[in-house]
């Protein structure tokens, strides 16, 4: 069972357009938002974080929109640039340092 | 600032052959500690967390074990590796357990298993 569902696999962008990543969870116990960026052969990197007491969380270029209710949150990177190509895993985090991941989204910025 | 080493970098072992790979947190006292495994262009699994030395929480087994021998150190290991075992070994740390800590990654060790 599939608790973080990512809907896209891949996605592609024009550079300068924005990107949106979308992760839905099945669990209304997840109260912790995390999106890791990730790049081959490296960790993944803490890009944003949300808790479900809000709504919205901006830090510069990415944006987290989260709807309580419908379950799901989004990801928008404004102005995508070519080295914001990478994959990006939506996590959940519910009790104990549980971390549950997506699958994954690679995006990719066409120059 | 706060470091974070894994060791190896890469590994090619057998099936049927042991392994030990290691982690070790730098700049923080009493961290939590975690192993992940990530198949190649697969998701993240969370295996085994630590909150103290001496404590290990298994989450997802896959026949491997894990060890806190030190408060800096985590140990992922087993007796006999399978093909399945291979993929992207990763360690995290976060300052506390509960809803909203934030876990930071190592770079990973790389590990195939022929």
């Known amino acids: 069972q599939q608790q973080v569902r990512q809907s896209s696999q891949s996605l592609t962008v024009w550079e300068g357009e924005t990107a949106i990543l979308n992760c839905s969870y099945e669990?209304?116990?997840?109260?912790?938002f995390p999106w890791y960026q990730q790049f081959p052969g490296e960790g993944p990197a803490l890009l944003i974080a949300?808790?479900?007491?809000?709504d919205k969380k901006e830090d510069g270029r990415f944006t987290i929109f989260f709807n309580k209710r419908e379950k799901n949150l989004s990801l928008h990177i404004k102005d995508s640039q070519p080295g914001d190509s990478a994959t990006y895993f939506c996590?959940?985090?519910?009790?104990?340092?549980?971390?549950?991941f997506g699958q994954g989204t690679k995006l990719s910025i066409k120059p | 600032a706060q470091t974070i080493h894994q060791w190896p970098v890469a590994e090619i072992k057998a099936v049927g052959s042991p392994l030990s790979l290691g982690c070790t947190i730098k700049?923080?006292?009493?961290?939590?500690l975690y192993w992940y495994w990530q198949a190649t262009g697969g998701t993240l699994q969370q295996l085994f967390y630590?909150?103290?030395?001496?404590?290990v929480e298994s989450v997802v087994q896959l026949n491997l074990s894990a060890s806190r021998p030190k408060d800096d150190q985590f140990i992922l290991s087993t007796e006999k590796l399978l093909l399945s075992h291979s993929g992207f070994y990763l360690c995290?740390?976060?300052?506390?357990?509960?809803?909203?800590?934030?876990?930071?990654f190592g770079p990973g060790t790389r590990l195939l298993v022929l």
């Open positions: 995290a740390w976060s300052l506390g357990t509960g809803g909203g800590d934030t876990q930071y």
């Open positions: 669990n209304s116990a997840f109260d912790y």
């Open positions: 949300i808790r479900s007491v809000s």
């Open positions: 996590a959940a985090n519910y009790n104990q340092g549980k971390l549950i």
């Open positions: 700049g923080k006292s009493s961290p939590n």
């Open positions: 630590s909150i103290t030395v001496g404590q």
